[in-house]
């Protein structure tokens, strides 16, 4: 090995794979003494971009096909970007030539992927899921080692090179202070704090679920957390003030997005969260103990969230609802009913918690740094 290790990170599209993707990052550049360098290959994107630049590392961009469940005239053109994606990635990783390529799958990992096969490069592939991706069940004969965060998740991989490892989350999302704050957003502790969040992108059917229900949740003293999403912010807000509430001063703070410290300061607060059932959001809330509901976005490939979110109730470690159940009454009734309970949730939180690893960036780090020193073989 020289020196410098070079390593390629692929994969985006959503928090849920870049937040790993970070994760991994900082942990390789502990093991390695920061002699290390990154460039992240993927789709372009503003979400990607930023996560990226925060972490300084390069970016480059291929083109990338993805096969939609639903007719769309995209179907017909994807698939003609693919081979331009694969050129491109051929490309990038022939002046970078890294040491390994870790992979969060997803359909900008699979030019780079197989880039790296052709040169030879060892791929070590991460799936968050309960049911892995379909990108990534392509990509695994290709890799060297696959990483999973869920049991199930063996049944779509060779056991041989196969490791349970649980999902990396952001440490600073342990290190919240409430007090920072209900101060900054003139909440209070003495009243219960329901914490909505739709995924890194929002959520449009979370997000119309709350909007019906909002002035009855504040008329019963429960004050609302609400991370909406870039896109849907405007249009929240001005609904919300034709109810005549006052931004800020009634007891619903919303927010386009929660950067790392305010959602790590906002879980620290929350009674309850209301949440999208994505692998990353699940584990988050594990390694907080937050009692939860859980709506499984419906359609999603694979399924997998609904398949993530009924393997945390089987433990109890959460309550969930289809996005056909959120309906005003039973919502209202549901939130209404855990916070009665504060022994319940706590229980919750306790059950919800194996789905938290805290050494899974370490361990999936080590795993790409022996698959450097041991010439691309699987331990």
Known sequence: MSDITRIVLTGGISGGHTFPLVAVARALRKKLSNNVEFLFIGSEGSFENDAMIQENILTKYVLTGKWRRYFSLWN????????????????????????????????????????????????????????????????????????????????????????????????????????????????????PILLVLGGSQGAQTLNAAILRILPQLLEKNIQVVHQTGNKNYENIVSSVETYGLKIGESGYVPRAFLSVFELADALKVATLVLSRAGAGSIAELAATKKASILVPLLGAANDEQRMNAYDVAALGGALVLEDTNLGEHILLEKIQELLSQPELMRSMGEKLSPFYHPDAADVIARGVYDLIENNGQSM
């Open 76 to 191: 017909i053109i994807d698939p003609f970007k693919i081979p331009i994606g694969f050129i491109q990635a051929l490309w990038h990783l022939l002046i970078f030539m890294p040491d390994a390529v870790f992979s969060k799958g997803g359909s900008a990992s699979v030019p780079v992927v197989l880039a790296a096969w052709v040169y030879r490069i060892p791929v070590f592939i991460h799936d968050s899921d309960a049911v892995a991706g379909r990108a990534n069940r392509f990509l695994a004969r290709f890799a060297s080692r696959v990483a999973i965060a869920y049991p199930g998740a063996y049944n779509f991989f060779p056991v041989r090179k196969t490791v349970l490892t649980g999902n990396p989350i952001r440490e600073e999302l342990l290190l919240g202070e409430g007090d920072r704050f209900v101060k900054q957003f003139g909440l209070s502790l003495e009243k």
